[in-house]
Each structure stands twice: as structure tokens, then as C-alpha cells.
């Protein structure tokens, strides 16, 4: 082991982690408000992925501009599946239908996508994803640098969104206590519609970047949702900031561990660590300690 | 009612045990193998899950784990394929129980949406072990010793062996459900903080249940495994196996006894015919997804559940319209 790979492991494991953040803190924001766990986050990130290879490919949109298109899609899609799906779901049960509700989905979509786009493995394709730039003594593709600059901005705006707005902070009313916010006179539903519909949205940015810096097709999504439940649990299910710290360690550490160890055993220290982590603090990272009787 | 509910058992287990003498084709036994498996197995998950609320997406853990239980003793102790093997099952059930106290020991701490989650990673920690660990002979598998019975039977004596299990599975949850075990478990599903205030020591009684349900996972596992002659990490540690138990109990209906047994009977029935029907296996994907959906969405209490209250329902229509009845309101008068 030379001390560049390690340098490599740690900056790739910021960049992509920072990644991972936005995805995850959609995935938690939806578990938040709503009490819904999105099985299906994991396809979305590679339905948005081959969305973006379709504009490139077929329509020569840059990947980047193409987000303009893909992100609203996405949206329209939570939405459509928010009012259609997930406002059926009652009962003491509820969550638990919803993992069964949003595998189902899921399976549909990879069904789909398998048809339209075949198993075979893709990659997404652009200038920046082929050509490098130097840091710290190593290369790295400009997509690391680029997707990394997104994530940020579009993490940035969510909290700008959720922290310094009137309907920020109805959301964040919704994610403490739903009751609570319904009797001061939040509408709590449409909360939830557009709630969900931003956690799906952001799997599109987090979909192109990934299919940028991956080989994938549809059955990739079983690692993707894998991976992205645990940095949620392990930041404390509901906790944004817990999610966004929670990915960037992981994948760092997964990446340092591949470089220091070996690639096979990545994946397994994701979730060794979760196991650790649980049996110290039940809760998560940051978890509320209420979510123990959620 | 009540006189009716031991003969409509007793004719349902009567057409299991004829079906392997009517139905001699192999392609169908094999069919009834896998849907009597998965019926135990549902049937174990509900026990624990069912009547706790606390769902668990890593039964395959137990699965798994008591195929290779199977696959290793018979290999390293090298013994000859046939009825023998079947002395493993419950060895393989065991060692699934005893996998099972510190998976529930760890799993169980948290309530249960995390539970759930914590079962997935869990799950992904063995099977990734199972891929790379170097005893389990890696993501080349372990072929067992191979069975010696002819092509045209050799699925029925597995099939006995898998009713077996699914009787067995059944009498156990039933025998639960009427202790003051199963009440405890109920209790903690309908407020677990009540339940413990009320002095059901909840943190054992839910691994108690969870240990126990992991036993019929592992014998489903030892005799998959025999069944298959050989295994695969991919194949025994499969996450679509925890999905399937669980939506096989809410299809059926979460929570009661003969919904377990209808879910995992409809839906394994159908889903082998499905995937035998359908080379195309996307196409596959969607409609599973969809009828998936459409189950939950219409019946998001099971089968059982909807059935008993559409016939209840009609029960009280007839009532009713009797009661409008003019010569019936006459009488009341």
C-alpha cells in the first residue's frame, strides 16, 4: 500500500460520498415526514441514471444540462407515486406496507428498464468523465470534481430550502411531530406530496453523477439501496445531517478499506460497522431517541 | 362454523398428502415442493413477525445458513447421498436457532423500522461471508453428494419431508398463538411500551420468538440444499427470498394462522408457473411487481381477512334485509 492510494481512497470516498449524501438525505427526508421507507430509492438512482443516458446518447444533451429535464421528471414521478400509492397506505402497519409497496414498484421498474435498455452494462459518456485533472499527486476524472460541486449546491439548496423558508420549516414541523404540525395548521398532505416528490427528485442529479463514476444496469440497485439504508440508519433515520455525515464516512471508509485491504471487503465494512455502531447506539449517529418507540 | 373449521383442515392436508400419488409429473411435484417449503417458512415467519409486528427482511439468513450446514456436514463427513441426509434437517434447523440468538441479540434492540432495515444489512453481512469466507467454498458453490433416486420420483420424498415441516411450522404457531407466550408477543404488537409496563419482559420474549421461528428456515434451507445437489452463496442468500415470505404473509393475511399457508401456496404456485410460462424474465418482474401491488393495495390486510369480512358482511346484509322484511317487521310488532 503507497500513501497515493490512500490519498486517492479518501478524496474519492468525499467527492462520491457527497454524493451518496444527496441521495440519502432523500431517502431520509421521505422516512422523516412520512414514515415511508423508499425500497424503490435504489432503482430511481438508476432510472435516473439511464434517463440521462438517453438524453446524452440519443438527443447529444450534455449530462449536466440534461439534469434540467431529468430532475422535474423525477419529481413528477414521486409525486405521481406519492398521491397514487403511498396516500393509500393507513393502519398500524403502514410502514411496513411501504417497503413491500415501494419493492414492488421497484420490481416493475427494473422489469421495465431491462426491457427497454437490455442488461447489458453501461456507462454514462462525456468529456469530463474521460479526461483528469491533478490533485494531490494523483489523477482524477473532472466527473468526481463536477458531481461533487453539484451535490454540494444542490445539498446547499435543500437546506437553504428547508432552513431558511416559510415552507421549510413546515417540512421540518412535519418531520418533529405531524400531529402537532396538522394542529397548527400545516397541510400536512401536501407536505408529504412534495416531500416525496423532493427525495425522488434528487435521485435523478445523484443517478447521472453515479452512472458517470459507474458501470450499471438495473440489478446494480440492489447494492445502491443496500448501501443507502444503511448511511441512513447509521445517521439516525429522520436526521438530514446525520444522513450527509453518515455517507461521507462510509463511503470513505469503504474506499479505504478496498485500497488497505481489498475491494471485496467494502461493501461488508459498510454494514459491519452499521452492526457496531447499533449495538452501541441504538438510535443511530443522531437519531432521536424518540424514534425508539416509532 | 366451528364444526366446520377441523374438516376443511383436515380436507386441505388430505389433497396435500394425494397430490404426489395423483399427480405423478415430475415438473409438477418439483412445483409442489417449493410451494410446501415456502409455506412452512411463511408460516415460521409469521410466528415471529405476524404476531410481534416486528417484520423481518433477513430470514434468508436462517435459510442460508441451514443450507450450508447441509452442504458442509455432508461433504466433510462424507457420507452417501440419500434418505440419510434427511438426519441433517434438524441439525441444520438448530444450527439456524443458535445463528439466530446473536442476529436477534443485535437486530432486536431497535424498534421496528429500523429492525427492518437492520435485518436487510444483516442479511448482506452473510451473504457477502458466504461469497468470501474460505470455508464456504466461495461463489463456486458446494455440490452435495448426489441422490441416487430415479428421475420420475425423486422429488416425492422431499415432497413428505416438506409437509412434514409445514404441519410441523403450523401446530407450532398455533400452539403459540394459544399460550401465554403468543399473547405476549400480540401484546407487543399492539403497544410494546404498554407491554412493558405491564411487565412482559419484552426484549426476551421477542428473541425467544425469533430464535424459534429461525428453526423451520433452517430445515427449508438443509432440504433445499439436498434438493438442488449442490448451492450457490447467490442462491441460498437471496434477498428476493426475504421479500417473497413476507409478502406471501400479507398476502394471505399477517398475523393469522391459514394466511401464511394460503399466501405461500398462491403465490409460489403461481410464481413457478409464471416463471415457467415466461422465458422472458423482465416481463416476468413487471407483472409479479404488479399483482404485487394490486394485492397490497386491495387487500392490504390479506386474503383471509377480506374473504371473513366480505362473508360477515353478507352475513349482516341477509340479516338486515330480513329484518325489512314486512312479514318479519309484523312479528316484531
Given at each position: 500500500m503507497n500513501s497515493s492510494a490512500l490519498i486517492h481512497a479518501v478524496l474519492d470516498g468525499v467527492l462520491t460520498g457527497s454524493v451518496y449524501a444527496l441521495m440519502a438525505t432523500g431517502l431520509t427526508l421521505i422516512f422523516g415526514v412520512m414514515n415511508i421507507i423508499n425500497i424503490a430509492q435504489g432503482i430511481l438512482v438508476i432510472l435516473g441514471a439511464y434517463l440521462s443516458y438517453t438524453l446524452s446518447v440519443h438527443f447529444g444533451i450534455d449530462l449536466f444540462v440534461g439534469l434540467i429535464i431529468t430532475i422535474p421528471t423525477l419529481f413528477v414521478v414521486g409525486v405521481v407515486v406519492e398521491r397514487v400509492f403511498m396516500a393509500r397506505l393507513k393502519g398500524p402497519e403502514r410502514t411496513s406496507m411501504s417497503i413491500l409497496v415501494t419493492y414492488a414498484i421497484s420490481l416493475i421498474i427494473e422489469g421495465a428498464l431491462n426491457m427497454i435498455y437490455s442488461i447489458n452494462i453501461v456507462q454514462l459518456k462525456a468529456w469530463y468523465v474521460d479526461k483528469s485533472f491533478p490533485i494531490f499527486g494523483i489523477y482524477l476524472p473532472y466527473i468526481y470534481l463536477f458531481g461533487f460541486i453539484l451535490a454540494v449546491v444542490l445539498l446547499a439548496s435543500l437546506y437553504f430550502m428547508l432552513y431558511r423558508t416559510r415552507f421549510g420549516a413546515s417540512i421540518r414541523a412535519s418531520l418533529a411531530d405531524q400531529v402537532a404540525a396538522a394542529l397548527v395548521g400545516i397541510n400536512v398532505k401536501r407536505v408529504s406530496t412534495i416531500c416525496f416528490g423532493l427525495g425522488i427528485a434528487v435521485t435523478a442529479a445523484g443517478g447521472m453523477v453515479y452512472g458517470a463514476t459507474n458501470a450499471f444496469n438495473a440489478s446494480t440497485s440492489y447494492d445502491l439501496i443496500s448501501r443507502l439504508l444503511t448511511i441512513i440508519v447509521l445517521g439516525g433515520m429522520g436526521s438530514l445531517g446525520g444522513a450527509?455525515?453518515?455517507?461521507?464516512?462510509?463511503?470513505?471508509?469503504?474506499?479505504?478499506?478496498?485500497?488497505?485491504?481489498s475491494p471485496i471487503w467494502s461493501s461488508p465494512t459498510f454494514f459491519f460497522v452499521l452492526v457496531i455502531v447499533l449495538s452501541l447506539r441504538p438510535q443511530g449517529l443522531f437519531g432521536k431517541q424518540s424514534a425508539r418507540v416509532a | 362454523m366451528s364444526k366446520a373449521k377441523?374438516?376443511?383442515?383436515?380436507?386441505?392436508?388430505?389433497?396435500?398428502?394425494?397430490?404426489?400419488?395423483?399427480e405423478t409429473n415430475p415438473a409438477w411435484t418439483s412445483i409442489g415442493v417449493l410451494t410446501l417449503m415456502f409455506m412452512a417458512c411463511t408460516t415460521s415467519w409469521n410466528m415471529f413477525s405476524g404476531y410481534s409486528g416486528y417484520v423481518s427482511l433477513g430470514s434468508a439468513i436462517f435459510f442460508g445458513s441451514g443450507a450450508y450446514t447441509m452442504a458442509l456436514v455432508s461433504t466433510h463427513a462424507h457420507m452417501a447421498g440419500g434418505a440419510a441426509l434427511f438426519w441433517l434437517i434438524p441439525l441444520a434447523g438448530l444450527v439456524a436457532m443458535v445463528i439466530a440468538v446473536p442476529v436477534g441479540a443485535i437486530a432486536l434492540r431497535v424498534r421496528?423500522?429500523?429492525?427492518?432495515?437492520i435485518t436487510i444489512a444483516l442479511f448482506f453481512v452473510f451473504q457477502l461471508l458466504a461469497i468470501n469466507a474460505s470455508f464456504t467454498g466461495g461463489a463456486a458453490g458446494i455440490y452435495i453428494p448426489l441422490i441416487p433416486w430415479g428421475a420420475s420420483y425423486y422429488n416425492v420424498p422431499f415432497y413428505y419431508v416438506a409437509l412434514g415441516m409445514v404441519i410441523f411450522a403450523t401446530l407450532l404457531s398455533a400452539a403459540v398463538r394459544r399460550s401465554r407466550f403468543g399473547l405476549q408477543l400480540l401484546a407487543i404488537r399492539d403497544d410494546e411500551d404498554r407491554a412493558l409496563g405491564l411487565g412482559v419482559r419484552v426484549t426476551a420474549v421477542k428473541l425467544t420468538g425469533f430464535t424459534m421461528s429461525a428453526f423451520t428456515f433452517g430445515m427449508a434451507g438443509a432440504l433445499y440444499c439436498m434438493l438442488q445437489g449442490q448451492i450457490y452463496p447467490q442462491f441460498v442468500f437471496d434477498p428476493t427470498f426475504d421479500i417473497t415470505v413476507a409478502l406471501m404473509a400479507f398476502l394471505g393475511g399477517f398475523g393469522t394462522l391459514l394466511g401464511p399457508l394460503l399466501g405461500g401456496l398462491i403465490l409460489e404456485a403461481s410464481q413457478q408457473y409464471?416463471?415457467?410460462s415466461f422465458s422472458n424474465g423482465s416481463l416476468y418482474l413487471i407483472l409479479f411487481g404488479v399483482l404485487f401491488l394490486l394485492v397490497i393495495l386491495f387487500m392490504p390486510q390479506g386474503i383471509v381477512v377480506a374473504v371473513s369480512q366480505w362473508w360477515n358482511g353478507r352475513a349482516q346484509r341477509r340479516e338486515l334485509k330480513a329484518t325489512r322484511d314486512p312479514a318479519a317487521v309484523g312479528a316484531h310488532t
Open positions: 450527509l455525515l453518515a455517507a461521507i464516512l462510509m463511503v470513505t471508509l469503504g474506499d479505504v478499506v478496498a485500497v488497505v485491504w | 377441523p374438516t376443511a383442515w383436515g380436507l386441505g392436508l388430505a389433497v396435500l398428502i394425494l397430490f404426489p400419488i395423483i421496528r423500522h429500523t429492525f427492518v432495515v409464471l416463471t415457467q
